[in-house]
């Protein structure tokens, strides 16, 4: 249910940006649209961050799976379970740019016997990371349409990335391999049943925005060519708040851009928000020094308690009469009065 629903969405989306540029709202589609999507995304963006920056951490929360730091003579996880700064740089780092803890993801069963038997299951961080790494690859590209002159690491990166010659152009591995890792992660929701069942429709709609992007740059590359030129005006024209509207563009163009359009709208209030909100979660981003010093919560106003010693006080006479134990027998003890015989 949930995959159709987000299914019908994207084709709707991209009916909607065909049906826009042959009606002629290319001025729409090609400066409106784009510029309230990157307001969106800006706005939005660090909205999350703000919130998430104002939420209170009074304790050290930090996720571990490592030995703690405690007797100098006990080698503990620096990296996995961090006391200094220095080693929460570096399992951020290892998260970010590798997604170590999805490495380290196992599947196993209960077989009989009982058995518990492990499977070796690296295929969803080798997907994943093929996908984050190859997106990076292709945004960095880009950079060539919004930067006069272009940077010279661009046109490293894409001497990197095309050396295999197709036809008349080069073809780009990540073109091929963000294709096919977005595939990947769409049959693994489909087809395994545990997480078909937890997929909701948040889950399947970026996977098919992101299928509807990559396909329809693929599309303008390779098979139905774009006037790169008339892009790249269009392009510096956003980037620098002098939009022009180039002619010749074609409408797999308009459906190319309106769907990023979409994405960056869709970015801050969605699950991919994670890319900012790793950096702010207090399970990664927290030193473990829970037995160097004892952490206070900063906010803990003065309150006015009830000890014991005053609780007896109070109730004592009713307590001796219940049978309940009491610490000090009382003022009565000292004149010989039996404590049994004090509430009488």
């Given at each position: 249910m949930g995959m159709g629903i987000s299914l019908a969405l994207t084709v709707a989306l991209i009916l909607v940006a065909w049906a826009g540029a042959a009606a002629g709202l290319q001025v729409v589609l090609g400066t409106v649209i784009p510029y309230l999507a990157g307001l969106t995304f800006l706005g939005g963006l660090i909205w999350r961050v703000v919130r998430w920056a104002r939420a209170p951490v009074p304790f050290r929360i930090p996720t571990t799976c490592?030995?703690?730091?405690?007797?100098?003579?006990?080698?503990?996880a620096a990296v996995d379970n961090p006391?200094?700064?220095?080693?929460?740089?570096?399992?951020?780092?290892?998260?970010?740019?590798?997604?170590?803890?999805?490495?380290?993801?196992?599947?196993?069963?209960?077989?009989?016997?009982?058995?518990?038997?492990?499977?070796?299951?690296?295929?969803?961080?080798?997907?994943?990371l093929a996908f984050h790494w190859s997106l990076f690859v292709i945004l960095?590209?880009?950079?060539?349409?919004?930067?006069?002159?272009?940077?010279?690491?661009?046109?490293?990166?894409?001497?990197?990335?095309?050396?295999?010659?197709?036809?008349?152009?080069?073809?780009y591995l990540t073109d091929v391999v963000v294709l096919v890792a977005v595939t990947y992660l769409f049959l693994r929701r489909v087809l395994i049943p545990q997480v078909r069942y937890v997929s909701l429709p948040a889950d399947y709609f970026p996977l098919f925005l992101i299928m509807g992007i990559a396909g329809s740059g693929v599309l303008m590359r390779y098979f139905f060519r774009v006037d790169v030129t008339a892009v790249k005006e269009l392009a510096l024209g956003l980037v620098t708040f002098r939009p022009v509207l180039p002619a010749g563009l074609s409408a797999l163009f308009y459906v190319h851009l309106f769907l990023v359009s979409v994405l960056l709208v869709y970015f801050p209030f969605s699950k991919l928000v994670h890319m900012a909100g790793i950096f702010l979660s207090p399970t990664?981003?927290?030193?473990?020094?829970?037995?160097?010093?004892?952490?206070?919560?900063?906010?803990n106003y003065p309150v006015k308690v009830h000890t014991y010693e005053e609780y007896e006080e109070?109730?004592?006479?009713h307590m001796i009469a219940a049978g309940i134990p009491v610490e000090r027998a009382g003022p009565s003890a000292q004149v010989g009065i039996p404590a049994e015989k004090e509430g009488q």
């Open positions: 490592g030995q703690q730091k405690s007797l100098p003579w006990i080698r503990y006391a200094t700064t220095l080693g929460v740089v570096a399992r951020v780092a290892l998260e970010v740019l590798l997604f170590r803890s999805l490495l380290r993801n196992s599947r196993f069963e209960l077989r009989e016997g009982p058995k518990l038997v492990y499977f070796w299951e690296k295929w969803l961080w080798v997907a994943g960095t590209r880009h950079l060539r349409f919004f930067t006069q002159p272009v940077p010279a690491f661009v046109g490293w990166l894409e001497g990197a990335d095309g050396f295999f010659q197709v036809w008349l152009s080069a073809l990664r981003n927290l030193a473990n020094t829970n037995r160097e010093r004892r952490h206070i919560n900063p906010w109070e109730f004592r006479k």
